[in-house]
């Protein structure tokens, strides 16, 4: 009876050491994944970084680009809700309910993201130009960046009215549909980023208009990492951490009094947009590098060729 009650003891422990092994093994792997991806992001940031000392002027380009998205921004905007909205409304905390948006603040939203498409791949477009260059020996300054993004202006807006078009529709899938329906547009949108992903390179280097620049963006990253893939990278992780000391400014003003809040809030602001602007440059020369691998297979100096046959692994 002893014996019967050990043994009915034992089965019952390794049901419940089953599952919970396996749940242990998949967190033990998803940590080791997580640290890996953080590791070799740092090494990314690193190399670029590296090479954008060289060039610090590249830096202006990203600067410029939120200087003009913010312009650009508040003028629709604020156009936008004296148009759409009765005077009554504007100070509503409702107004921008999203289940109560008309027609006409669709359509600012649709411009909002035409002008803000429009300015950011132009700039993105005078980066990767000149970051590319430099990376090939070359000596491209902003100038002649911003001369190929002008040569280009053309496709970039059609670019842009496209990449609006397609943003509003997955935008509205998720305001307005089921929830099946926001998870088909949410890996829409997965598949949208992963195939524009050389875009901007493909515009500023072969000159093809929207479609043919989405076919190539699509053709090199499945010709190059394959179809499903999953991402060893993250910049926008690491520059989140690293803005997160910025938050802690305005905490150490506060010894000081309302002026060290103040001042805080002030310092932490600029580190944040230090941060954006220096993101975007490291970006720019990042893609700049990886788009010159997957079409040629060369290593731009200052990277390493695991630096870019990595960047993306094959899912399972």
Wanted: glycine content about 10%.
């Amino acid at each position: 009876m002893h014996a019967s009650s050990q043994r009915d003891a034992t089965a019952g422990w390794a049901v419940v050491a089953r599952p919970l092994c396996i749940v242990l093994r998949t967190w033990s792997r998803r940590r080791r994944i997580a640290i890996g991806r953080i590791d070799q992001t740092w090494g990314l940031i690193a190399n670029s970084f590296a090479v954008l000392k060289k060039d610090q002027e590249l830096l202006w380009l990203p600067f410029l680009s939120g200087i003009f998205c913010l312009l650009f921004s508040a003028s629709i905007l604020g156009g936008g809700v004296l148009l759409t909205l009765p005077p009554t409304e504007i100070l509503s905390p409702n107004t921008f309910n999203r289940h109560s948006m008309s027609q006409g603040m669709w359509f600012c939203l649709f411009l909002l993201y035409l002008a803000n498409y429009f300015v950011v791949v132009f700039f993105n477009v005078a980066l990767v130009s000149a970051a590319s260059s430099r990376l090939a020996g070359g000596q491209a300054t902003i100038n002649d960046g911003l001369e190929v993004a002008w040569q280009r202006k053309g496709k970039i807006f059609q670019w842009a009215l496209l990449s609006a078009t397609v943003g509003i529709l997955l935008r509205m899938i998720e305001e307005r549909a089921s929830w099946l329906m926001r998870l088909v547009g949410g890996l829409m949108g997965m598949a949208w980023s992963l195939a524009s992903y050389f875009v901007v390179p493909v515009l500023a280097a072969e000159n093809v208009g929207p479609t043919e620049a989405l076919q190539r963006s699509a053709e090199l990253f499945r010709n190059t990492w394959g179809e499903k893939v999953a991402g060893g990278f993250s910049f926008g992780l690491i520059f989140t951490l690293l803005a997160l000391p910025g938050a802690a400014l305005p905490f150490l003003g506060k010894t000081l009094g309302p002026s060290g809040i103040v001042a805080g809030i002030a310092l932490a602001v600029l580190y944040w947009l230090f941060l954006a602007v220096v993101n975007a440059a490291v970006q720019g020369v990042f893609v700049a590098a990886l788009y010159r691998y997957a079409r040629t297979k060369d290593v731009s100096a200052g990277f390493h060729r695991e630096d870019f046959s990595m960047a993306w692994q094959p899912k399972g």
